[in-house]
């Protein structure tokens, strides 16, 4: 009997030890599950929507949100969805991205700032997002691809909207037309070097995944950038095409050296 009693002093002594309290660090418990004070502080940052906001009245309001958050997710798991194939290919892609974007953000965090004479090389070589800005406005014929080769060489060769209009038409091929302005700035560069030059009122055709777009050129509304502003926007470009070149880089010598295995039917196409 005594060894019994002592038995079951040490099984509630045992439990009692594993229960956790909201204390120190931990911020709040949950059916046993702690929340703690750098979940809470990293949610607090993470919402803008409570800028300005009294610091007390803020947390408390971002710790009910944690506390519900993390009652529908002991539900989930409950209903055993952490167990589905759903689940874990989501889980797999959140973590590859997690990685991704920390293997990208190490190497902004070790780049050199652009000097300012790079900066104003990359603003010269790119002046339909500087000096050269417009906002153009463009007449357009929205019209559905056309699978007939004839029908689209006909279309690439007209030399006005008018024709692109009469060409349609006269291939009982739908149409409509539209106005629209538009930012030089959002054009790749080398798609603003093929159309930035095009003639007055000579179309240039911009073909979709089912539809493609017909434009002239109607009216160029100069709206240079420069200044501090300029040098903003070319930063911000000149590092976005860094890490985008690193990216590329980094994929293309990682596959030289890896050794990747294909299932029949699932390799890459013949170049």
């Not at 990359?122 to 002046?127: D, R, T």
């Not at 007939?148 to 008018?162: F, I, P, R, S, Y």
């Not at 692109?164 to 149409?175: D, E, G, M, P």
């Not at 911009?206 to 501090?228: H, Q, Y």
Request: net charge positive.
């Amino acid at each position: 009997m005594r060894q019994r009693v002592v038995i079951a002093i040490a099984i509630a002594l045992v439990a009692t030890s594993c229960q956790k309290k909201a204390s120190g660090q931990t911020v709040a418990v949950v059916n046993d599950e702690e929340i703690t004070a750098a979940e809470l502080n990293d949610a607090l940052s993470s919402d803008p929507s409570l800028a300005g906001t009294d610091s007390k009245q803020a947390r408390a309001t971002i710790l009910q949100k944690l506390i519900d958050r993390k009652l529908l997710v002991q539900q989930a798991r409950k209903d055993g969805l952490d167990k589905s194939p759903e689940f874990v290919n989501q889980q797999r892609r959140a973590i590859d991205d997690l990685l991704i974007n920390m293997l990208v953000s190490k190497k902004v965090n070790t780049s050199q700032t652009p000097s300012a004479q790079e900066i104003a090389a990359f603003e010269s070589s790119h002046p339909e997002m500087f000096a050269g800005r417009e906002i153009w406005t463009l007449q357009q014929i929205v019209y559905p691809l056309s699978k007939n080769a004839g029908v689209n060489n006909q279309l690439a060769q007209a030399k006005t909207l008018d024709e692109v209009a009469q060409t349609l038409i006269s291939n009982n091929i739908q149409f409509t037309r539209a106005t629209r302005k538009i930012d030089t700035a959002i054009f790749p560069h080398s798609v603003y070097a093929q159309i930035g030059n095009t003639k007055t009122g000579e179309p240039f055709i911009a073909p979709g995944p089912d539809k493609a777009v017909a434009s002239v050129i109607t009216a160029r509304e100069p709206a240079p950038l420069v200044g501090d502003q300029a040098q903003t926007v070319a930063l911000t470009a000149m590092r976005r095409d860094q890490l985008q070149n690193f990216v590329q880089e980094r994929v293309k010598n990682l596959r030289t050296s890896a050794k990747i295995q294909y299932q029949p039917g699932f390799g890459p196409g013949a170049k």
